[in-house]
């Protein structure tokens, strides 16, 4: 029986050694699993952060096409109007920008008569 005893003994050593690498496994995967329940929360919270920003966006959509909405409702023939103004004040204000070349020497010249009519007209 002492060989039994002995092969029991090294069946009851490698059974130990296999059950220490058990565990350490166990440990492993435990940790591994640990991390992917905190990956499966920050998906989570990521998932809900994207739900929202996309209800965010759905409601600014639908705000602009409110606002299309309305601006479809506009006078399109008073716009035209108002259109056709402005091109017509632009053309006014490049005529005024031709008079204004002039104008500059007009205004100094009478700014000069009126200086040395000053200066005489003390002296007189």
Do not use: C
């Not at 940790?31 to 209800?55: P, Q």
């Not at 409601?59 to 108002?82: H, T």
């Amino acid at each position: 029986m002492p060989a039994d005893e002995a092969v029991e003994s090294a069946r009851h050593g490698d059974n130990q050694r296999r059950m220490v690498q058990m565990e350490e496994r166990i440990g492993r995967v435990e940790d591994a699993v640990g991390k992917l329940a905190a990956d499966v929360h920050a998906m989570k919270g990521n998932l809900d952060a994207n739900t929202s920003f996309s209800r965010e966006a759905a409601e600014g959509i639908e705000a602009i096409k409110q606002q299309l909405g309305q601006l479809a409702q506009l006078d399109i023939p008073s716009l035209k109007d108002i259109a056709e103004y402005m091109n017509s004040m632009r053309g006014g204000v490049r005529v005024l920008g031709w008079l204004e070349r002039p104008a500059r020497w007009v205004i100094a010249i009478a700014g000069a008569v009126g200086a040395l009519y000053g200066i005489f007209k003390l002296k007189g």
